[in-house]
């Protein structure tokens, strides 16, 4: 057994589903990391207000992009002074726009962000993990994997090649007791979708059969199941969270 605290860390905690995701395992008795881009006053009152509940949080300015800044953390945070039991894929971006029309560097963006960078996580993660033979990961994906969605090719491409990680790694990993999930949300209710026009999110609404958007305490409440003992025989799985979008 390890001396050293059991450590859930989660990307892009500052907001939105990570913010609930960093709570809900927070308050379920993690030590949670989390990364942010810009948000540092978001972050600083994740942790003041955890802390209220004897919870702790610890938020760290890390671009997901930033592949040597990310192997130092590891390095410099992880490694040896923390036993990494989770780890929550969930930074992510959008840069919608039709394909004819997209800008390299909005394909590079998004594929780097929610791709290549989950890439990187996981094997600095797995290294770990393989030595303490458990783990959990969890990768954010999204319902237009499943689907496809005009105007969005990029993200599509990053988040169907989340899901193609996620079961590859999970073949890879699972003699070391590591399990590795996807979550595909459906529309939840954050800054990412607050920018999509009235109308193109009452027409959305419309295809939803459980009639309502989602809530991130509707992802952070999956990913609570898929790192507790309940689900340690649950791996290379997609779980879907889309109020019966797609079907
Ligand atoms: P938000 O835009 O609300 O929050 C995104 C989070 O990611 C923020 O904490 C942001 O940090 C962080 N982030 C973005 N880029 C980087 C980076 N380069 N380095 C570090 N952190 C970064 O998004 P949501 O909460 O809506 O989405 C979370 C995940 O769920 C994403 O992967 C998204 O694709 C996925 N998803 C969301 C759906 C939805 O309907 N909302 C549906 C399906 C999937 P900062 O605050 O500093 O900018």
Redesign the pocket.
């Known amino acids: 057994m390890s001396d050293l605290v059991k450590t859930a860390l989660v990307?892009?905690?500052?907001?939105?589903?990570?913010?609930s995701i960093v709570t809900r395992l927070a308050l379920e008795g993690f030590q949670v990391y989390f990364?942010?881009?810009?948000?540092?006053q978001?972050?600083e009152n994740i942790c003041s207000e955890l802390a209220k509940s004897k919870a702790v949080a610890k938020g760290f300015?890390?671009?997901?992009?930033?592949i040597t800044a990310v192997k130092n953390f590891f390095k410099d945070e992880i490694k040896d002074k923390v036993e990494l039991s989770v780890l929550v894929?969930?930074?992510?971006?959008?840069r919608d726009g039709l394909l004819i029309r997209m800008k390299d560097e909005n394909w590079t963006d998004v594929i780097n962000?929610?791709l290549t960078?989950p890439f990187f996580f996981t094997q600095e993660a797995v290294k770990l993990m393989s030595k303490q033979r458990s783990g959990r990961i969890i990768n954010?994906?999204?319902?237009?994997a499943q689907t496809g969605a005009a105007g969005q090719a990029n993200?599509v491409a990053s988040?169907a090649g989340l899901i193609g990680l996620t079961k590859s790694v999970a073949l890879e990993v699972a003699s070391r007791n590591i399990t590795v999930n996807a979550i595909?949300?459906?529309?939840?209710?954050?800054?990412?979708?607050a920018v999509l026009s009235e109308e193109i999110s009452q027409n959305i609404l419309k295809s939803i059969p459980l009639a309502r958007?989602?809530v991130?305490e509707d992802?952070s409440g999956a990913v609570a199941f898929l790192v507790g003992k309940d689900a340690s025989y649950i791996t290379g799985q997609v779980i879907a969270i889309n109020g019966g979008l797609y079907m």
């Open positions: 990307t892009g905690g500052s907001r939105g589903i990570g913010k990364t942010y881009k810009n948000s540092s978001d972050a300015k890390l671009d997901s992009t930033d894929n969930n930074a992510g971006i959008t962000t929610n960078s954010i994906s999204s319902v237009v993200y988040k595909t949300p459906g529309f939840i209710e954050t800054d990412m979708t958007f989602g991130a992802i």
